[in-house]
């Protein structure tokens, strides 16, 4: 589109927005006498502190540019998730800034839904920061999702470099850790301000040699689906196809699918009856 075209649709994105908030979600006492849908235009602007004429013209699509800082007071006024965060940059002609730190993390009782009915497929969600956030029975039978291990208890990073049930049943350790590696930088690079990450990191480096070795390298992210062997402590060999997707709310957490081959899924299918019914 063009810059015209642009503006409008930045306009009509902001009034949608505005419209779909009501006054209690912001903090607002909607009153007796109150006949607009959502929030008023002078509502937003002074939650955002910025100037009503000028918020008014820039939902009317003229040809005024928003700052970065505008646009991020907009995105915390308006309660945007991630994604519409990211939608209402791309819309401002703005890259969206790193954001400073992780807000907590919840799983809806529908995903956890999803992940149960995907059973004997092994399914988990990570978080930003690669925490297992949610999973079913056929991913705590083969990734012990459910052990603790301190002092990160359920990180997957921590886990690949400090379990040797996860290290031992890697075919191809290193080069697979080096791409998770090369992802979770890229992870780390939206949150930079985060401690949760510093703490992380400076836990891993005084525990493993490996990751200070790797975390000196600049790899290139690459995809890491595809074709996975492991080695199960019960199973034996186990081998699946792995496909990673991610929730349009909040591109920054997946779900991690692992779908079975044949021979394992009917192996996994017996185990799991048998030690998770």
């Given amino acids: 589109m063009n810059d015209r075209e ?5 306009g009509h994105f902001l009034r ?22 959502g929030l008023r235009r002078e509502e937003v602007a002074g939650i955002a502190n910025i100037g009503l004429s000028w918020y008014t013209r820039l ?21 945007l998730t991630p994604n519409k965060r990211r939608h209402l940059f791309l819309l401002a002609g703005e890259s969206p800034p790193p ?16 992940l149960n009915a995907l059973d004997p497929n092994p399914a988990y969600v990570i978080g930003k920061k690669w925490d297992f956030l949610a999973w079913n029975h056929a991913a705590a039978a083969v990734f012990t999702t459910q052990s603790l291990t301190p002092p990160h208890h359920d990180n997957l990073i921590w886990r690949q470099f400090t379990d040797p049930v996860w290290r031992e049943g890697s075919e191809d ?6 791409k998770i590696i090369a992802e979770f930088r890229t992870s780390r690079a939206r949150y930079p301000n985060d401690v949760s990450f510093d703490l992380l990191i400076n836990d891993l480096k ?7 070795r790797m975390w ?19 199973l034996g060999a186990i081998e699946f196809e792995h496909i990673t997707l991610q929730f349009p709310n909040e591109p920054d957490q997946r779900i991690m699918i692992y779908i079975p081959h044949p021979a394992t899924k009917s192996r996994l299918a017996h185990y799991l009856t ?4």
């Fill in 59 to 79: 939902e009317q699509g003229r040809d005024i540019r928003p700052s970065v800082g505008v646009l991020e007071s907009l995105a915390s006024a308006l309660r």
């Fill in 274 to 277: 048998t030690t998770h019914p």
């Fill in 99 to 114: 954001q400073s730190t992780i807000t907590e993390e919840k799983i809806s009782p529908t995903t956890q839904d999803m």
């Fill in 206 to 212: 005084r525990t493993s040699a490996d990751f200070t």
């Fill in 16 to 37: 949608d927005l505005r419209s779909s908030l009501s006054p209690l979600e912001v903090g607002i006492s909607p009153g007796n006498r109150r006949r607009t849908q």
């Fill in 216 to 234: 000196q390298y600049h790899d290139a992210p690459s995809s890491l689906d595809g074709y996975k062997k492991l080695i199960h402590p019960a």
């Fill in 6 to 10: 642009r503006r409008l649709a930045l």
């Fill in 173 to 178: 350790w290193e080069l697979v850790t080096r």
